[in-house]
């Protein structure tokens, strides 16, 4: 019988071999010869994964007989996935025969990623923390000329991680890795309100990789935070796996949904600490991942089997109107405005194709209702699944205050082509109503002067 990741691997795009378990990084010299026969290695890390896998991948390489060059050490205080630190990666790359080892996390995979698509070369990564799904997802989040943007590249042809390092990892690496995992319970729900109304069907392979045993990966918050090997390794199947699926489907439809759309709107305003740290993506996707399951249980204690199809669709705007709309909500913010007008209109339907999308949901209600409801943890479960495993569970915990946090729900609607809960709830005309139920008296980031 195929085991999870051997179905995984037998859909994936880019990768083709991955091992996790104790003891795994010992085994990279191997998997190396497998994956690039005859190939050099050099391995790219930052001081911190030298030390805990980097030194152990290089034993490795020197017992299964590969040739390294020098490895490529970064050693900045302010590193980060930004566009002086690929320079500074291809200009020490581009002139070496040489198959890129990344040890690290995000910003080293994203990187090495990145440069050896632009070299046209294939890579290898060792994770050292649970931190994201990005491990095996295609594309690399970079930031270039202040703005995070995605950029297509494939996936590592080989992928390792030693649950053993990642456990012993800061702890607020994990919990980045939580807060990214948990959001796919609300971004599957959106999936489904997607499939409802035509905008997106449901992959069932894909669907399968990130939602089976997903909760499973997520029960036991306080022992990922504890350093827990076995529930760390759990978490980081479930991280792998939607990484896995995103290759699959070449989309990132299956493990992002409204959540990530904070993260996105968070990352073009380069959200950080006062210290100057960039807040991590994990723990900005907890935050929207709050919202959006908000927003779902909203949308549960509605009948929309007995809505007003006609005064929906009478009420709708025009385009021109739409776009009136957008220019007045991204007033002062231009980076927002050219994105939310390019997206709303790739996702903009007239009138009879908005009765088309509330004529499905109305006539699949009852059914899609008990889907949702099974599909998502309450909202009061995920705020103590967050705390617990040390990730941000209010958003002035990650320096977004409650009127910036509302600010940022105004793009929203907006902000990606992407179909979701919000964009059904914007269509029902019902923004407004959940806006008091999230900002207004007694909502639940109540603002007192509203």
């Known amino acids: 019988m195929q085991t999870k990741i051997e179905k995984a691997l037998s859909r994936t795009t880019d990768t ?8 795994a990084v010992k085994r990279t010299g191997e998997l190396f010869k497998y994956c690039f026969p005859a190939a050099k290695a050099i391995i790219v890390a930052d001081r911190n994964t030298w030390e805990v896998a980097g030194k152990q991948v290089s034993e490795s390489l020197r017992e299964n007989r590969v040739f ?16 002086t630190f690929v320079r500074r990666l291809r200009e020490h790359l581009e002139d070496l025969d040489a198959i890129a080892i990344a040890v690290g996390s995000g910003v080293i995979n994203d990187l090495t990623k990145f440069v050896s698509s632009e070299l046209t070369r294939g890579y290898m ?15 690399a989040s970079i930031t270039k000329d202040g703005n995070k943007q995605t950029f297509d590249c494939p996936a590592p042809r080989a992928f390792v991680m030693d649950p053993e390092i990642a456990a012993a990892a800061p702890k607020e690496l994990a919990a980045s890795g939580y807060a990214d995992l948990i959001a796919k319970i609300p971004a599957g729900a959106d999936w489904m309100i997607a499939d409802c109304v035509g905008a997106e069907k449901i992959d069932n392979f894909s669907w399968g990789l990130v939602q089976d045993g997903l909760r499973e990966s997520l029960s036991d918050p306080v022992a990922v935070h504890s350093g827990d090997v076995a529930k760390t390794e ?16 070449q989309s990132s439809r299956p493990a992002s949904g409204t959540e990530h759309q904070f993260s996105h709107c968070w990352d ?7 210290d100057g740290r960039h807040v991590s993506h994990g723990f900005k996707v907890g935050i929207g991942t709050l919202v959006s399951t908000a927003s779902l249980e909203f949308l549960l204690g509605k009948d929309l089997s007995a809505i007003d199809i006609d005064a929906i669709v009478a009420a709708w705007p025009e385009w021109e109107e739409m776009e009136e709309e957008i220019r007045r909500v991204c007033e002062g913010k231009p980076g927002h405005l050219s994105r939310c007008l390019k997206e709303s209109k790739d996702k903009y339907v007239d009138k009879e194709g908005l009765r088309a999308q509330l004529t499905a949901v109305r006539d699949a209600w009852p059914e899609l209702k008990e889907k949702i409801r099974k599909q998502i943890i309450p909202f009061d479960e995920v705020y103590d699944d967050l705390k617990l495993v040390g990730a941000p569970y209010e958003p002035e915990m990650i320096c977004v205050s409650r009127e910036r946090l509302r600010r940022t729900f105004s793009f ?3 902000m990606r082509s992407r179909f979701t809960n919000i964009d059904l709830i914007y269509r029902l005309g019902l923004l407004p109503e959940l806006e008091e139920k999230l900002f207004g008296k007694g909502g639940i980031w109540e603002i007192k002067d509203l």
Do not use: K
Request: proline letters at 5%.
């Open 16 to 23: 083709r071999e991955c091992i996790i378990g104790a003891g």
């Open 68 to 83: 390294q060059h020098e490895p490529f050490i970064f050693d900045d205080e302010d590193f980060y996935a930004e566009w």
């Open 125 to 139: 990564c060792v994770g050292t923390a649970a931190s994201m799904d990005g491990f095996t997802a295609y594309g």
């Open 234 to 249: 759990a978490l980081c199947e479930g991280l792998l796996m939607s990484g896995f699926a995103m290759q699959a489907l």
């Open 268 to 274: 073009m305003e380069g959200l950080s600490y006062p």
């Open 412 to 414: 929203i609607p907006f």
